[in-house]
């Protein structure tokens, strides 16, 4: 099993920055790829920044050149978030894909609002 730990949400107004990290447990291993998905009320979850073993990295259109992820060793995974927006308001799922499957921490809040 896996177990993945976000923290670092919270409320923060229009063009402002957060960053997120993740902490992961477990059967976890350098090969494994890393990310972030959100969720909004009444959206469906979307992948928002992706990061391989070897750091290569995706991003979905909305945040790209705001937001960059990144890994150190094998457990902890971060998403540096910048000139946030209202859009951006979500609950923010840490990711984890490893041979055996694929794995969600619980979530953590993010607020964009003045």
């Known amino acids: 099993q896996v177990q993945l730990v976000e923290s670092g949400g919270g409320l923060v107004q229009p063009g402002g920055s957060l960053r997120l990290s993740c902490a992961a447990s477990?059967?976890?291993?350098?090969?494994?790829?890393a990310g972030w998905y959100r969720q909004a009320p009444g959206n469906q979850r979307e992948l928002v920044a992706i990061?391989?073993?070897?750091?290569?990295t995706n991003y979905a259109d909305s945040v790209k050149g705001r937001f960059t992820i990144s890994r150190d060793n094998v457990k902890n995974t971060y998403l540096q978030m910048n000139t946030l927006k209202p859009e951006d308001t979500a609950v923010y799922y840490c990711?984890?894909?490893?041979?055996?499957?694929?794995?969600w921490g619980q979530g953590t809040q993010v607020t964009v609002s003045s």
């Open positions: 477990g059967s976890i291993f350098s090969t494994d790829t």
């Open positions: 990711y984890r894909r490893t041979w055996r499957g694929a794995y």
């Open positions: 990061i391989s073993s070897g750091g290569s």
